[in-house]
């Protein structure tokens, strides 16, 4: 995800960020393998769901109030951009591949396919999913200093009104209806961004940490999740939803803050955090493609040799990333 540049990181924020791109990680492999209906994987949802609204609540911390859409336009373009070309192209020719696996001979799946997925679908294609990301987090950034100052300062809860319509009327009409997604998801992101400026030091007290715990285990009681990608409800009660992940969000902030850890393997990832982020997805559909031809498994036995092969995979490139040229896309 995004990556601070400061003197000092903060430690804390690298854990949690860690923390959460290795349940990312997990979950999409989960997706693959067709293992998302376990026990299991049911019960870490509910322990993460909060986890893709940290982010955007993460960059709002570092919300500068006299920033201009204009600056902020520049840095976005700046940091973003630029990692979101080279890795769109990587998604590009790594869908190409698997289609190609699969015995895809329609052209029209290769060349055009991507782009419309792109500009009418998610932001990215279909080798680079999760890069929806980054199209949502440079639009709420670049227009952060008009909605957080509109309506007496409360414009990113209006944003989150309008996304809980939004939600609604996919989980009617049905999942994902509404296109573009970075459209419709950037209402959700705005109001987490907005409540990440609004809480930056307020989350570290007391009294929000035991009101947002007492929230955080009713939420194992009354489950609620969204696909945020979709903005779309993915079971339980969508108000509910706009009260765990804030909840969810302050115990971690909270928790990993007042513990003053240093965990190595979690600030290693989450200083990374791009890099994991970026490269995952496709790494994982080779992963994937490959496993199912040579490995006769399935459920449990699947995910854990393909949640492996990627992490590994990922740690043997790293420092190509790090130490070559590859370092400024990530």
């Known amino acids: 995800?995004?990556?601070?540049?400061?003197?000092?990181?903060?430690?804390?924020?690298?854990?949690?960020?860690?923390?959460?791109?290795?349940?990312?990680?997990?979950?999409?492999?989960?997706?693959?393998?067709?293992?998302?209906?376990?026990t299991f994987s049911q019960t870490l949802s509910v322990v993460f769901s909060c986890f893709m609204a940290w982010f955007f609540f993460k960059s709002g911390m570092f919300h500068k109030e006299n920033t201009t859409v204009k600056a902020a336009f520049s840095h976005g373009l700046r940091k973003l951009g630029r990692p979101f070309l080279f890795f769109w192209c990587v998604g590009f020719f790594v869908k190409a591949l698997?289609?190609?696996?699969?015995?895809?001979?329609?052209?029209?799946?290769?060349?055009?396919?991507?782009?419309?997925?792109?500009?009418?679908?998610?932001?990215?294609?279909?080798?680079?999913?999760?890069?929806?990301?980054?199209?949502?987090?440079?639009?709420?950034?670049?227009?952060?200093?008009?909605?957080?100052?509109?309506?007496?300062?409360?414009?990113?809860?209006?944003?989150?009104?309008?996304?809980?319509?939004?939600?609604?009327?996919?989980?009617q009409v049905g999942y994902g209806f509404l296109h573009p997604h970075y459209i419709f998801n950037f209402f959700p992101a705005m109001f987490f961004y907005g409540l990440g400026a609004c809480m930056r030091e307020r989350q570290f007290r007391t009294r929000y940490f035991v009101a947002s715990l007492a929230v955080y285990i009713l939420s194992f009681v009354f489950r609620s999740d969204v696909?945020?990608?979709?903005?779309?409800?993915?079971?339980?009660?969508?108000?509910?939803?706009?009260?765990?992940?804030?909840?969810?969000?302050?115990?971690?902030?909270?928790?990993?803050?007042?513990?003053?850890?240093?965990?190595i393997l979690l600030s290693s990832v989450g200083r990374d955090s791009m890099y994991w982020f970026l490269l995952h997805w496709p790494v994982l559909l080779i992963v994937q493609k490959i496993s199912v031809k040579c490995f006769s498994l399935s459920g449990g036995a699947l995910l854990i040799i393909v949640f492996l092969l990627v992490c590994v995979i990922l740690l043997l490139l790293r420092p190509l990333f790090k130490h070559t040229a590859l370092n400024k896309f990530v």
Request: charged share 10%; hydrophobic share 45%.
């Open 227 to 263: 696909d945020f990608r979709v903005n779309t409800l993915v079971v339980g009660n969508l108000p509910l939803w706009y009260i765990y992940a804030p909840a969810g969000i302050v115990i971690f902030n909270y928790l990993f803050h007042k513990a003053n850890c240093n965990l």
């Open 1 to 38: 995800m995004e990556q601070i540049k400061r003197m000092k990181r903060i430690a804390y924020l690298d854990e949690v960020a860690g923390l959460f791109i290795i349940y990312m990680i997990f979950m999409h492999c989960c997706q693959f393998t067709g293992m998302t209906n376990t």
């Open 98 to 171: 698997c289609l190609f696996w699969d015995g895809d001979s329609n052209w029209v799946h290769y060349i055009l396919s991507p782009f419309k997925q792109t500009v009418l679908g998610g932001g990215t294609n279909g080798g680079e999913l999760p890069m929806w990301f980054l199209v949502t987090l440079f639009m709420v950034q670049t227009l952060s200093p008009i909605f957080l100052k509109s309506c007496k300062g409360y414009g990113w809860i209006v944003c989150g009104a309008i996304g809980c319509t939004v939600s609604v009327i996919n989980g």
